[in-house]
């Protein structure tokens, strides 16, 4: 029974707080300068992206590259995911008229969420979207196709009395309410649904990193229960993050939805 005596200095180790360092990562291999404080290298993000993005081309490519009547198991499993978008964002959100941006909403889904299940995968265990690059340039993509339907349905003109001059308001409501519109519509939509997929995300990371790290500092001596609690937690929490990585693509891809609706229609 020796090694349950040494098992515990072993494991023992000096608590490493997660910082903002953890999200900092050196090039591999050749790198370009550009301006004074930025550099181009492939390094560890890009090779998250590279995953995610070769795992979402296979994905669509294994599953529909000779669709079978009856489907087999990957076949299927694809099918139910694209449905789930179909039914749940596109007809719920837009209605028929929105199955022309199925395939625009779907990629967003499981683009996002194929980056942030990355969070807990073993020796990866960093989600893409904690960069906030990544949820910035789906933001943007999405407020360039809101209201670049919104002014091919409506005109430029149109669209923005649509925006700001919403129906049923009294008169003089319009001085506060059509900068107000304008505001939250054209300029904070893409703001909120970066911060909220990349704030999610960067909590997520820490909150797994704290138990995990936590653990391994409190296998020693009398607080080795507390390491096994805090490593309970922390694999508990690993079955939270899955859910959250399926939700925030669902939450994005949803409001993205809404708003691409909003700006078909005549008026809301």
Same mark, same amino acid.
């Given at each position: 029974?020796k090694?349950?005596?040494?098992?515990?200095?072993?494991l023992?180790?000096?608590f490493?707080?997660?910082?903002? +360092?953890?999200?900092?990562?050196?090039c591999?291999?050749?790198?370009?300068d550009?301006?004074?404080?930025?550099?181009?290298c492939?390094?560890?993000i890009?090779?998250?992206?590279t995953?995610v993005?070769?795992t979402?081309?296979?994905l669509?490519?294994?599953?529909?590259?000779? &669709? +079978?009547?009856?489907p087999?198991k990957?076949?299927?499993?694809?099918?139910?995911?694209?449905?789930f978008?179909?039914q749940?964002?596109?007809?719920?959100m837009?209605?028929?008229?929105?199955?022309?941006?199925? /395939?625009f909403?779907s990629?967003l889904?499981?683009?996002?969420?194929?980056?942030?299940?990355l !969070?807990?995968?073993?020796?990866?265990?960093?989600?893409l979207?904690?960069?906030i690059?990544?949820?910035?340039?789906?933001?943007?993509?999405?407020?360039?196709?809101?209201?670049?339907?919104?002014? +091919?349905?409506?005109?430029?003109?149109?669209?923005?009395k649509m925006?700001?001059?919403? &129906?049923? /308001? &009294?008169?003089?409501?319009?001085?506060?309410?059509?900068?107000? !519109?304008f505001i939250?519509?054209?300029?904070?939509? &893409?703001l909120t649904?970066?911060v909220r997929?990349? /704030?999610n995300?960067?909590?997520?990371?820490?909150?797994?990193?704290?138990f995990?790290?936590?653990s391994? /500092?409190?296998?020693?001596?009398?607080?080795?229960?507390?390491?096994?609690v805090?490593?309970?937690?922390?694999?508990?929490?690993?079955g939270? !993050?899955?859910?959250?990585?399926?939700?925030?693509?669902?939450?994005?891809?949803?409001?993205?939805?809404?708003?691409i609706?909003?700006?078909?229609?005549? !008026?809301?």
């Open positions: 029974m090694w349950l005596a040494v098992t515990p200095s072993i023992a180790s000096a490493e707080r997660p910082t903002t +360092k953890d999200f900092v990562w050196s591999w291999g050749p790198s370009i550009i301006g004074p404080i930025h550099t181009v492939y390094n560890f890009f090779f998250l992206l995953i993005f070769v979402f081309i296979l669509f490519v294994l599953a529909f590259r000779s &669709p +079978k009547i009856v087999g990957f076949q299927l499993f694809m099918e139910t995911g694209v449905d978008v179909r749940q964002i596109v007809m719920q837009i209605g028929p008229e929105g199955l022309a941006y199925l /395939a909403l990629t889904f499981f683009f996002i969420f194929l980056g942030n299940i !969070e807990v995968v073993p020796f990866i265990s960093f989600p979207n904690s960069r690059a990544f949820p910035l340039v789906m933001a943007v993509i999405s407020w360039i196709t809101y209201n670049t339907i919104g002014i +091919k349905r409506h005109g430029f003109l149109g669209y923005m925006v700001m001059f919403p &129906p049923g /308001a &009294p008169a003089l409501m319009y001085i506060l309410l059509a900068p107000i !519109e939250s519509v054209i300029l904070v939509r &893409p649904l970066t997929l990349f /704030a995300m960067v909590a997520g990371h820490f909150l797994l990193a704290v995990f790290l936590g391994i /500092a409190l296998f020693s001596g009398f607080p080795y229960v507390l390491g096994a805090s490593f309970g937690m922390g694999t508990a929490l690993i939270f !993050e899955i859910f959250v990585a399926a939700l925030q693509a669902f939450i994005f891809a949803v409001l993205t939805g809404s708003y609706a909003g700006a078909m229609a005549s !008026e809301h």
